[in-house]
């Protein structure tokens, strides 16, 4: 028997891993305080996790719509790592970077294939359906999703390890754009519904599974969109404004 669509979910597991989050910065911060800027990011980070995880957003997700567990899947490899690691001080983020395993993984050659093929794979139909029906498979699918959401932003708000220039930035967001809209657009136009779980589960407001599934692709796209846009915005005003202020420096003939 599904829940009332109203009701809140009791997500202990995320509910402890959050705790367990707020710890490690809380004695992070001791030795590398955090500006208020970063303190507001790392705030909205938890707000969201919480947002996502606990709220009737999560009980629509697990047993009702599609559109708002691809919702819930783009807060969690999206706008959730991006306000962690912004959330991170530098000092911080130089100790943090400086095992060679972890500069591997956020070099950006690595990073974004990385988080595409999370996507990608948690996407399949079958993996879909298995999470869905096996929580601890469905814990490690939004794990996944913050994990390689952090490797994906770190590059392009951390300047340690790597110190990309603001057009490596710019030229960076775009690719991730450009190779991760497929799937929402995808989804949005295909002819039948995809996943068995969301065809069979209970309907609500009148939305047929097939008509769920577009407007979870166009919610997706849609939100991915706007994530990447202002963040190749910022970059490329900052890229625009670093060649400016170079050909003003150069010496006139």
Not at 4 to 20: F, I, K, N, R, T
Not at 65 to 91: C, M, T, Y
Not at 144 to 162: A, C, E, H, I, K
């Amino acid at each position: 028997m599904a829940p009332s669509p109203g009701s809140w979910q009791a997500a202990w597991v995320e509910l402890a891993a959050v705790a367990v989050l707020v710890a490690a910065y809380v004695l992070a911060a001791r030795r590398h305080p955090p500006s208020r800027g970063r303190l507001a990011c790392f705030a909205g980070a938890v707000l969201l996790l919480f947002a996502v995880s606990v709220t009737p957003l999560a009980t629509l997700a697990l047993h009702y719509h599609l559109w708002a567990h691809l919702v819930q899947n783009v807060a969690l490899a999206e706008w959730v790592p991006l306000l962690l690691v912004a959330a991170v001080p530098p000092g911080l983020a130089a100790e943090l970077t400086r095992p060679g395993l972890v500069r591997f993984l956020t070099r950006p050659a690595v990073a974004l294939p990385l988080w595409l093929a999370a996507y990608a794979a948690w996407h399949v139909p079958a993996a879909y359906d298995a999470a869905l029906e096996n929580h601890a498979l469905l814990h490690l699918e939004h794990l996944t999703y913050v994990l390689t959401g952090v490797l994906l932003w770190w590059s392009l708000l951390q300047d340690r390890p790597w110190g990309l220039t603001a057009g490596a930035k710019a030229a960076y967001v775009f690719a991730a754009f450009v190779f991760a809209s497929p799937l929402g657009l995808l989804l949005a136009l295909l002819p039948r519904a995809l996943y068995d779980f969301y065809v069979e589960a209970p309907r609500l407001w009148g939305l047929g599974a097939l008509a769920d599934q577009q407007l979870a692709g166009i919610a997706m796209a849609v939100s991915e969109g706007i994530v990447f846009f202002a963040a190749f915005a910022v970059f490329f005003v900052r890229f625009l404004a670093e060649e400016e202020a170079g050909l003003g420096r150069q010496p006139h003939s």
